[in-house]
């Protein structure tokens, strides 16, 4: 474990999440220590906008910097894997964006490595990480509204029908379920316990062969249930609504809610919750990361990581939906 007062970290990428990232330090009174990218010149002019003491010439020089600690990968997710392993290698521990993955076999290797390497390993989803959703299991473990067994959740983004649009590109990983679909099921598996064990599907795929929309339903043998609604090119309000035996919880803007309503199933009578700022959602994210490095507690939730991915792995092997970097003899192994 990493043992220094200050944690040094790189970030690989200089898009929108990194931009989040180093003003996430800034808020905590830190700088952010290097930087790279596939174009340099976007780093340089990326590390004089926050102050960043390190601009890398060839960014994969990061994975092997001894004066780096951790480093937040945020580049699109088809791209995770390999750069994954050069940082766990050269012995860096790893935030990345999600998906953390394409599928489970990649995150089965990757959770193998960091464990031989003795680094940590995390995926940035705020629902992990924001205080609204640890307020809110803490009143769902009380009993007070008795048990959870119902979670709905929508997610719906209206993209322009570009087929050329990252969102729609096999090439770059595309399709509703790694880009929003991850943040509704990470949702429902903070809430659902034990994890989700049957599923059923159904799937709309655009031209490019990725999935457009997509419905889930889950349940566990406890007998929760669990329905999703995903698509790229239909607007739906960002709601997560948990109903259980005495009551209901609903969560607008999910991905980084900072309050919930709660409504008693008896007497109609509804309160809000507000927890946390919308705003430091990264913040809440570095600062769990840097107490798991340090071992002061593990708030990082690989496990529910992993559930998640499997679901996402699972549904797109029952569409026969499959990116180039999985094409081949191994389909049953994604």
Request: net charge negative; proline share 3%.
């Amino acid at each position: 474990m990493t043992e220094k007062k200050d944690i040094k970290w790189a970030v690989l990428g200089t898009g929108v999440i990194a931009n989040e990232m180093a003003q996430a330090l800034q808020k905590s009174g830190k700088k952010l220590y290097a930087v790279g990218n596939r174009t340099q010149s976007k780093a340089v002019s990326f590390a004089e906008k926050y102050g960043v003491e390190k601009v890398y010439s060839d960014f994969n020089d990061m994975f092997t910097d001894p004066d780096v600690d951790a480093i937040y990968i945020t580049t699109p997710h088809n791209t995770h894997i390999g750069f994954m392993r050069k940082a766990i290698k050269g012995g860096k521990h790893i935030l990345v964006e999600k998906s953390i993955t394409l599928n489970s076999a990649e995150l089965s290797e990757a959770a193998d490595l960091a464990e031989k390497h003795h680094v940590i390993m995390g995926e940035a989803m705020t629902i992990y990480h924001m205080p609204i959703y640890r307020e809110l299991k803490d009143i769902l473990n009380s009993g007070l509204l008795g048990k959870v067994n119902m979670i709905t959740v929508n997610f719906g983004s209206f993209k322009e029908y570009d087929m050329s649009n990252r969102f729609f590109s096999r090439d770059l990983a595309g399709g509703a379920m790694l880009d929003i679909g991850v943040y509704a099921l990470s949702l429902i598996r903070w809430f659902m316990k034990p994890e989700p064990e049957r599923m059923f599907t159904d799937v709309r795929l655009a031209p490019t062969g990725v999935d457009e929309q997509a419905t889930m339903l889950l349940s566990n043998e406890e007998g929760q249930m669990a329905t999703v609604a995903l698509s790229l090119h239909s607007k739906q309000p960002k709601r997560a609504m948990i109903s259980c035996e005495k009551g209901y919880i609903e969560i607008m803007e999910y991905p980084r809610a900072w309050e919930a309503r709660i409504t008693d199933a008896v007497s109609g009578d509804t309160r809000t919750l507000s927890s946390g700022e919308h705003a430091d959602a990264l913040k809440y994210e570095l600062d769990d990361f840097e107490a798991a490095i340090r071992n002061e507690k593990n708030c990082l939730y690989l496990d529910y990581t992993i559930d998640v991915m499997d679901l996402m792995t699972k549904a797109r092997r029952e569409w026969g939906m499959f990116y180039p970097e999985e094409e081949g003899e191994h389909h049953g192994d994604i």
